[in-house]
């Protein structure tokens, strides 16, 4: 954020300790004075505040674009997180029912070679 420092400009000038007394007509000028230079004073402290509200808005809008980009991030992750969940779970299907034919293919293997006839021998009688 910027600030602006301006110093505030005074039409008066710093009077000796031993001023002469003010007139009737010279109060309302001095008056008058000193009401512009205040009036001064509270344009440029608009002009700050001014200044301010739009940095504090431009930084609310970068935010809010972070925050957005942010939850659109989450939701992309969210969804591939959802996605690999799946294919996990079909691989752990997969792998369990490989499991299972492995398994019936020992046990057929082992009922094969328990069912099995005794070589037969090269020299036979004939």
């Known amino acids: 954020m ?3 420092l301006r110093k505030r400009r005074t039409s008066a000038v710093a009077e000796p ?5 003010v007139t009737a007509t010279e109060a309302p000028a001095e008056t008058a004075a000193h009401i512009e230079a205040i009036r001064e004073t509270i344009d440029l402290l608009e002009a700050d505040l001014a200044a301010m509200i739009r940095d504090v808005q431009q930084a609310a ?3 809010r674009h972070g925050v957005d980009d942010t939850a659109r991030a989450l939701a992309l992750i969210r969804e591939r997180s959802d996605a690999l969940a799946g294919k996990s779970r079909s691989a752990k299907d997969d792998a369990v029912q490989l499991a299972a034919a492995t398994e019936e293919f020992a046990a057929s293997s082992r009922e094969i070679l328990s069912n099995r006839r005794p070589p037969i021998s090269e020299t036979s009688p004939d």
């Open 2 to 4: 910027s600030f602006s």
């Open 17 to 21: 300790a031993a001023a002469p007394a």
């Open 61 to 63: 809008g970068a935010v």
